[in-house]
């Protein structure tokens, strides 16, 4: 039901990041190819991977001036960064690192070394949906199970509302500004309008029934998961 990690390849050799994106698509990974900063730059706005591999020489911005880029900007810093380089060096591997890179590769490279450094990288900077279990107050949620209670009752609750809840558990009691949900919980938030959001919320607290309150709106700012919300029920919420 997840969907494929979404691979962003600048490669400036046709025949290299066609070999890549091949070997990345046979190993469930969602490759795209682009072959410079720009295009790059025009991919990451349409869709934000989750992770690029980034060659070092390119026509143009170079990998380390785009890897510098991409750290500093809220959108793009969060995003793992491999550079790939034809270069060995001791100094060029710790300037990529400088530059914001996670990880370093030197062609020529195997197949099975890109990929362990690919999923070593994935794991590491893990989307916030894992499989784990998460408890505030009475309302437990089991992503292994993929089961949510609340008071010892089992509720139905659809996978993205799912998804929503156990990002909003983990992060209890703190405001989440729609933009932010659907960064964290869509991946990408050009194509999807905010509004959405709403509407997974309202289809979640219809799930959650007396857990609804646990969902706090906060006007002007977004959503929160707060236990005080549930304890106190006539405080107006704004919903
Ligand atoms: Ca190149």
Known sequence: MRKLPRVLVVEDEPSIAELIAVNLRHNGLAPTIVFDG?????????VLPDLILLDWML???????????????????GVP????????????????????????ITKPFSTQELLARIRAVL???????????????ELSLDA????????????KVGPTEFKLLHYL????????????????????????EERTVDVHIKRLRESLGDAAA?????????????????????????A
């Open 214 to 238: 646990l969902i706090e709106t906060v006007r002007g700012a977004g959503y929160r998961l707060s236990v005080q919300a549930l304890e106190a029920p006539n405080k107006p919420t704004g």
């Open 38 to 46: 720009a295009g790059a730059q025009r991919e990451i706005d349409a």
């Open 144 to 155: 292994a199970t993929y089961r949510v209670s609340f008071r010892g009752q089992e509720l």
């Open 81 to 104: 960064i491999i550079m790939i380089t034809a270069r060995s060096d001791e100094s060029d591997k710790v300037q990529g690192l400088d530059a914001g890179a996670d990880d370093y």
């Open 59 to 77: 026509p143009g911005e170079s990998g380390a001036v785009l890897a510098r880029q991409w750290r500093k900007h809220e959108r793009t810093k």
């Open 169 to 192: 558990m983990k992060h209890a009691e703190r405001v989440h500004t729609r933009a932010m949900l659907l960064d964290k919980i869509w991946g990408d938030h050009v194509f999807i």
């Open 123 to 137: 794991r590491r900077r893990a989307p916030e949906v894992v499989s784990d279990s998460v408890q505030v107050g």
